[in-house]
């Protein structure tokens, strides 16, 4: 398929556009200035001829490619998110191309002790002779997930521009606030009216993800016994000293990120906070079923139970609250959705890999809330972290795939 590309001048016009999102604000979005990109996206895509496109209260753009076909054709959703990590700067993006790559450690311009190691990034070796985009070494890039937006942009303008690709009726969504949990809180499924979608945000080129972590959250409120220092004897018990103890006491070699590979489920302390008389600490945990995640709750309150006996007039509370779940679940009820995406990639002149994320998407959230959801490679690398990187030739790739997907769903359905 030969298509005259916008995705690299859309995804460097983007990245320089701060849309950090914030996890303790309490807003939707989490920051106005995520507001800032939803108002160029929805210019452009008003002058591409995409009249509905438009931005709702909350952050969240809808556009609608109408159907050209005769055909009774699933209406499709493709969904990218705006926001970009907390972990890492997001504001004065420097982007730079390094072209043709040679396949050696790319030293960062503006912190030359910022080097992407390709010794840590194997996937570089695939790249020799692509062009590379990366950051200055002061920030991070964006291309989690602004690639993903640039892709499916670049795919609407092509559809567009070539009416004889027949499709059916094609929805767009950019989300905010992904990045910090959120990113489907406020979407309206109804009026979206999609009946299937697929999220542009994976990593390594080829690859769908038709699986996630299933997550729950733990919080654990430690209240223990306060009394002045210097009369403590017998008598205090530190709300501190016994959270710290919880956490010391979680094994080290496994049940852990850092430990934990592949499907390995894992219990990971987020924060601490608290003083003397009250101590909380917020757990994640993940697994790929429901049972592990029961089993990985139970440990960790079986551990909080023993430690608690050692401090008769302390007490605690243990409280779950469930994140998402595995979208396998679903997907598995629709194998078309799958299965389309890995001739989409094929045609794209890629070897498709399915595979499972140690994480979410905002698919996992979509896909209970009634929108089958699995996730497509958008070709970013290193995300949340100033060695981000992202392919110009992966990026085109992706969306080939995405063009390719609303011709195939066309070509399979039946005519009206």
């Not at 054709?73 to 072209?99: E, R, Y």
């Not at 910022?114 to 002061?138: F, Y």
Request: with cysteine.
């Amino acid at each position: 398929m030969n298509i005259s590309h916008t995705v690299t001048e859309r995804f460097l016009k983007y990245v320089k556009i701060d849309t950090q999102s914030d996890p303790s604000s309490t807003t939707c979005p989490s920051t106005e200035k995520q507001k800032d990109l939803g108002k160029v996206l929805v210019e452009e895509l008003q002058e591409m001829g995409i009249s509905d496109a438009h931005m709702d209260e909350n952050g969240y753009v809808y556009a609608t490619i109408p159907s050209n076909s005769n055909k009774k054709v699933p209406v499709i959703c493709f969904c990218s998110h705006m926001d970009t990590s907390p972990d890492c700067s997001g504001k004065n993006v420097n982007p730079q191309v390094h072209k043709n790559y040679d396949g050696k450690d790319i030293i960062l311009p503006n912190d030359q002790s910022q080097i992407i190691k390709v010794a840590r990034h194997p996937s570089l070796l695939k790249q020799i002779g692509n062009d590379i985009i990366t950051t200055d070494g002061t920030t991070l890039l964006g291309a989690d997930n602004k690639a993903g937006v640039a892709e499916i942009m670049d795919a609407a303008h092509h559809l567009i521009k070539h009416p004889e690709i027949k499709h059916g009726k094609i929805r767009i969504l950019f989300t905010p606030d992904e990045e910090i949990g959120r990113g489907a809180d406020k979407a309206d499924m109804k009026k979206l009216g999609a009946d299937y979608g697929y999220t542009i945000d994976g990593e390594e080129l080829g690859h769908i993800e038709n699986e996630t972590f299933s997550a729950d959250g733990v919080t654990i409120s430690i209240h223990g016994v306060s009394t002045h220092p210097g009369f403590a004897k017998n008598k205090m018990e530190s709300a501190i000293k016994i959270a710290s103890e919880i956490v010391a006491s979680l094994p080290k070699d496994k049940m852990s990120p850092e430990s934990t590979e592949k499907k390995e489920p894992f219990i990971h302390p987020l924060a601490i906070s608290g003083g003397i008389e009250e101590t909380t600490l917020q757990f994640i945990i993940r697994a790929f079923d429901e049972e592990g995640l029961k089993t990985q709750e139970d440990y960790l309150k079986g551990l909080t139970e023993k430690i608690i006996k050692n401090y008769p007039n302390s007490s605690f509370d243990f409280i779950v609250k469930e994140q998402y779940r595995n979208m396998k679940q679903v997907l598995d009820k629709n194998p078309e959705i799958v299965n389309n995406a890995l001739e989409a990639i094929r045609r794209a002149g890629v070897e498709p890999v399915l595979s499972s994320i140690r994480g979410g998407t905002d698919g996992s959230r979509f896909s209970y809330m009634g929108l089958p959801c699995p996730n497509i490679f958008a070709g970013e690398h290193a995300f949340h972290s100033k060695h981000e990187w992202v392919s110009i030739q992966d990026m085109q790739k992706a969306v080939a795939t995405i063009v390719n997907l609303c011709m195939i769903w066309e070509e399979n359905s039946v005519n009206s």
